[in-house]
Nanobody
Framework: EVQLVESGGGLVQAGGSLRLSCAASGFTLDSYAIGWFRQAPGKEREVVSC????????YYADSVKGRFTISSDNAKNTVVLQMNSLKPEDTAVYYC????????????????????WGQGTQVTVSS
């Protein structure tokens, strides 16, 4: 059974950092793409960052470039999203999602391209 479990969310002041983890089970990351998405109250879900595990290529939304870093630890079957310089507008429920990699260097960034989703973890950034 494929499972994704997010952890690491919490409450932090603006300018602070959080480290989100997405632990995968039921499959091995090295042939999958993993995406982090977020949804704030009253807003649509948006992509944050993605990694194509077979080749390590990454994608970042403009709003998080230079502040967030995505990485994959295939030995631990975990993807980490390091979030620095957090802003109140980063407040949202963060979800990780997985799909079999489409091809080398193609990074899926649309929610509908992902087959498996975690339950989400709340990130709250106070001003």
């Amino acid at each position: 059974e494929v499972q994704l479990v997010e952890s690491g969310g919490g409450l932090v002041q603006a300018g602070g950092s959080l480290r989100l983890s997405c632990a995968a089970s039921g499959f091995t990351l090295d042939s999958y793409a993993i995406g982090w998405f977020r949804q704030a109250p009253g807003k649509e879900r948006e992509v944050v960052s993605c990694i194509n595990s077979p080749d390590g290529s990454t994608y970042y939304a403009d709003s998080v470039k230079g502040r967030f870093t995505i990485s994959s630890d295939n030995a631990k079957n975990t993807v980490v999203l390091q979030m620095n310089s957090l802003k109140p507008e980063d407040t949202a429920v963060y979800y990780c999602a997985a799909t079999r990699a489409y091809s080398d260097y193609y990074i899926p960034t649309l929610g509908r391209e992902y087959d498996y989703w975690g339950q989400g973890t709340q990130v709250t950034v106070s001003s």
